[in-house]
């Protein structure tokens, strides 16, 4: 079982930043993906971005130019930048991960941190 601590969310202004943080309670070399979606009330989880294995990243069509995907091997730790916010990316944001098949090729959610822009 992977163990996900999120942090780093809270309350931005629009046009301001924050930065989420993933720690996982194991090497991020067990994992295929690790990524970063978020949920709105109401609606199905999206993906925001996606780092693979090997260091490719994703990201969705709306947080394109402003969003960065990055990860630190040594902490085990992903983490997404969040640049020029916008009150439309008010969310909860989830970072998952899917182990390799050499593990169980199971995906894992963390808890949720809400992020929320407003002036």
């Known amino acids: 079982q992977v163990q996900l601590v999120e942090s780093g969310g809270g309350l931005a202004q629009p046009g301001g930043s924050l930065r989420l943080s993933c720690a996982a309670s194991?090497?991020?070399?067990?994992?295929?993906?690790m990524n970063w979606y978020r949920q709105y009330v109401g609606k199905q989880r999206e993906l925001v971005a996606s780092?693979?294995?090997?260091?490719?990243?994703n990201y969705g069509d709306s947080v394109k130019g402003r969003f960065t995907i990055s990860r630190d091997n040594a902490k085990n730790t992903v983490y997404l930048q969040m640049n020029s916010l916008k009150p439309e990316d008010t969310a909860v944001y989830y970072c998952?991960?899917?182990?390799?098949?050499?593990?169980?090729?199971?995906?894992?959610w963390g808890q949720g941190t809400q992020v929320t822009v407003s002036s």
């Open positions: 780092i693979t294995r090997d260091g490719k990243t």
């Open positions: 998952s991960v899917v182990r390799t098949a050499a593990m169980d090729g199971g995906r894992y």
């Open positions: 194991e090497s991020i070399f067990n994992f295929n993906t």
